[in-house]
């Protein structure tokens, strides 16, 4: 039987990108002992690679697709072809952002200041290009990690780091000068997959579900009976994607509905519903939105 060769994110990624997976169809587990997780379709094989390594593997033919951060796409310059975006990073479904940051009392207030200074950075091929493209030259030096305690201790002059609420970094006393980069996790494939029409069609499934388990995230369904005669006041009170859905009941004197509106205005949106007439409401969970 054919499989696809597909990467999974080790790491800060790894936990977050099952759990897309599962939302979408795939129920796959990691074991302790080997970087080959198993996955619950015959036709997926699955290898856990960091995401710093990612494209060069997939672009090599290694795996046949693989997610992996924008970042670590124009890290490395890989030749590969990102299929989707998937915006969810390790706790959230919002861009990580790369940002340049210096001690709270540093004299460096733009990107400028950082002409003859060392910066230290995981992304180093990515800073040192978007430095030179502005003119501006610096010493940009690879961390193995820790870096934000090398600003703090005074062991460069800035770093350039991942962040996605900034609050680790101004609890160490640091400074955001500005941002370089938002990343999000990327759906990459070969050349040579997308050019075999088996694989092709595979990687199209999982960006399809993915994508449509992402759009579910943060929406949920209503349900609910309303009078005929109070449908209008009711329906001005619902967002959807489209119009609600309305049908008649047995008793033609009520009406059921059902719409999909985000979650955060549920609390809200209830009380004013029944207000207006609507009953029996239910909210329950979407998985995907295609």
């Given at each position: 039987?054919?499989?696809?060769?597909?990467?999974?994110?080790?790491?800060?990624?790894?936990?977050?990108?099952?759990?897309?997976?599962?939302?979408a169809?795939?129920?796959?587990?990691?074991h302790?002992?080997?970087?080959?997780?198993?996955?619950?379709?015959?036709?997926?094989?699955?290898?856990?690679?960091?995401?710093q390594?990612?494209?060069?593997?997939?672009?090599n033919?290694?795996?046949?697709?693989?997610?992996?951060?924008?970042?670590?796409?124009?890290?490395?310059?890989?030749?590969?072809?990102?299929?989707?975006?998937?915006?969810?990073?390790?706790?959230s479904?919002?861009?990580?952002?790369?940002?340049?940051?210096?001690q709270?009392?540093?004299?460096?207030?733009a990107?400028?200041?950082?002409?003859?200074?060392?910066?230290?950075?995981?992304?180093?091929?990515?800073?040192?290009?978007?430095?030179?493209?502005?003119?501006?030259?610096?010493?940009?030096?690879f961390?193995?990690?820790?870096?934000?305690?090398?600003?703090?201790?005074?062991?460069?002059?800035?770093?350039?780091?991942?962040?996605?609420?900034?609050?680790?970094?101004?609890?160490?006393?640091?400074?955001?000068?500005?941002?370089?980069?938002?990343?999000t996790?990327?759906l990459?494939?070969?050349?040579?997959?997308?050019?075999?029409?088996?694989?092709?069609?595979?990687?199209?499934?999982?960006?399809?579900?993915?994508?449509?388990?992402?759009?579910?995230?943060?929406?949920?369904?209503?349900?609910?009976?309303?009078?005929?005669?109070?449908?209008d006041?009711?329906?001005?009170?619902?967002p959807?994607?489209?119009?609600p859905?309305?049908?008649?009941?047995?008793?033609?004197d009520?009406?059921?509905?059902?719409?999909?509106?985000?979650?955060?205005?549920?609390?809200?949106?209830?009380?004013?519903?029944?207000?207006?007439?609507?009953?029996?409401?239910?909210?329950?969970?979407?998985?995907k939105?295609?």
């Open positions: 039987m054919r499989q696809l060769k597909l990467g999974i994110p080790k790491g800060s990624l790894e936990s977050a990108t099952i759990a897309l997976f599962g939302q169809g795939w129920t796959i587990s990691p302790s002992r080997n970087y080959f997780p198993t996955i619950d379709d015959s036709e997926i094989g699955c290898a856990l690679v960091r995401s390594e990612m494209a060069p593997y997939v672009a033919g290694t795996l046949d697709a693989g997610l992996t951060g924008l970042d670590w796409i124009l890290e490395t310059e890989a030749d590969v072809v990102e299929i989707a975006e998937l915006s969810y990073s390790k706790s479904d919002r861009a990580a952002r790369w940002v340049l940051i210096v709270g009392d540093s004299p460096i207030r990107l400028e200041d950082l002409a003859g200074k060392r910066i230290a950075t995981e992304l180093v091929g990515f800073t040192r290009r978007y430095l030179a493209e502005r003119g501006i030259e610096a010493t940009v030096e961390s193995w990690g820790a870096t934000e305690a090398k600003v703090v201790e005074g062991l460069v002059d800035a770093a350039v780091e991942i962040t996605e609420t900034g609050s680790t970094i101004r609890a160490h006393g640091l400074r955001i000068v500005c941002d370089l980069l938002r990343t996790t990327r990459i494939a070969s050349r040579a997959a997308l050019a075999d029409p088996w694989k092709q069609a595979k990687i199209e499934q999982i960006a399809l579900l993915s994508r449509a388990a992402l759009a579910a995230r943060n929406k949920v369904a209503l349900k609910m009976n309303v009078p005929a005669a109070r449908i006041p009711v329906v001005r009170l619902l959807s994607l489209h119009a859905t309305v049908s008649h009941l047995y008793d033609r009520w009406l059921a509905l059902e719409t999909v509106v985000d979650s955060g205005q549920v609390r809200d949106l209830i009380p004013r519903l029944t207000a207006a007439g609507a009953q029996g409401i239910l909210e329950y969970e979407l998985k939105i295609v």
